[in-house]
């Protein structure tokens, strides 16, 4: 089972406790009656759905019901950091620490098991 | 005139007359209490254990009791209280800003007890619920099965499973299930 780690419960937790609630990081325009029709819809409407390195806001719904955000690899499904909303984007942990993580917590995915589907 | 028998309904208890369990798991329909679900700012805490009559716990995890009464942490901001009677004048009375909405009867509780307690309620709930990671008066919003619950351990070998009401029936078949399971397969001790 995937644990996630919830910044607000400071522990890990299982997935099925938490949903997942779209890019992270998506500030909503200072002016949003004045702003065009093209920029509404990249606003609203357009996500990058990147491969690999995403920023994603999760919540912890069945546990204790915050939003926070999370860096996750869409290819191995791992999640490299969770943080707190509100904190802007947090780097990503270096080489090092994400084999750390790794080593860790071992994950084992399609990817994992069969080799770099990338 | 004729009895139109109204005078006869009552209110029963969602489990009301339930029994359950195994040789090692004893399952009980919880009695009525009063809960409210309390939402409050970090700075009205202090207010709220005041007129409350217990520190509102503000560690994840973490459960209050006293005064007959029960706080329990769900989040950073929300606490679930379990008591007897007036938490809502209580709340009230303490001037600070903050949300009591009563759901006594919203939710109803099973009490789960006996060496295999843990056991049944993980067969439905992938909580780690090891002393060390779950120690006594630990609490926490979490899942069973398909329904949400909110656990609380009230001994190192009972707790507190808060369920919703609609819910309870198939809670307490469910940690029926489970309280088998656990005598099928006794952990080792």
Not at chain 2, 28 to 46: F, T
Not at chain 2, 93 to 113: C, E, F, P, Q, W
Request: with cysteine; hydrophobic share 45%; glycine share 8%.
């Amino acid at each position: 089972m995937l644990l996630i780690h919830c910044p607000y419960c400071e522990e890990d937790r299982s997935e099925l406790e938490f949903r997942w609630a779209g890019e992270a990081h998506i500030a909503r325009p200072e002016n949003i009656s004045a702003i065009t029709d093209e920029e509404f819809a990249e606003y609203f409407f357009l996500r990058n759905n990147e491969k690999g390195l995403t920023y994603e806001r999760w919540r912890h719904i069945h546990g204790c019901g915050r939003f926070f955000n999370a860096a996750r690899d869409t290819v191995s499904d791992r999640f490299l950091m969770t943080y707190k909303a509100g904190l802007a984007r947090q780097p990503v942990p270096t080489a090092e620490e994400a084999a750390a993580i790794i080593e860790d917590k071992t994950v084992e995915t399609w990817e994992a098991v069969e080799g770099d589907a990338r | 005139m004729v009895d139109s028998g109204a005078d006869l309904a009552s209110r029963t208890l969602p489990l009301a007359g339930a029994h359950g369990g195994s040789s090692v798991v004893l399952l009980e329909p919880a009695g009525p209490a009063e809960r409210i679900s309390l939402r409050a700012r970090a700075e009205d805490v202090a207010a709220l254990s005041n007129a409350i009559g217990l520190d509102l716990p503000v560690r994840p995890k973490t459960s209050a009791s006293g005064n007959g009464r029960t706080a329990l942490w769900l989040g950073p901001d929300e606490w679930l209280v379990i008591g007897e009677a007036g938490l809502v004048q209580a709340a009230a009375s303490s001037g600070a800003l903050h949300s009591a909405t009563d759901v006594s009867h919203r939710n109803t509780a099973i009490l789960v007890s006996g060496p295999g307690a843990a056991a049944a309620i993980n067969s439905g709930c992938p909580l780690d619920l090891s002393l060390a990671a779950f120690p006594v008066a630990a609490c926490t919003r979490t899942l069973l099965g398909k329904v949400e619950i909110v656990l609380l351990r009230t001994a190192e070998d009972a707790f507190r499973v808060e369920v919703w009401r609609s819910f309870s029936g198939y809670a307490f078949g469910l940690l029926g299930e489970g309280a088998r399971d656990a005598a099928l397969n006794p952990e080792p001790l």
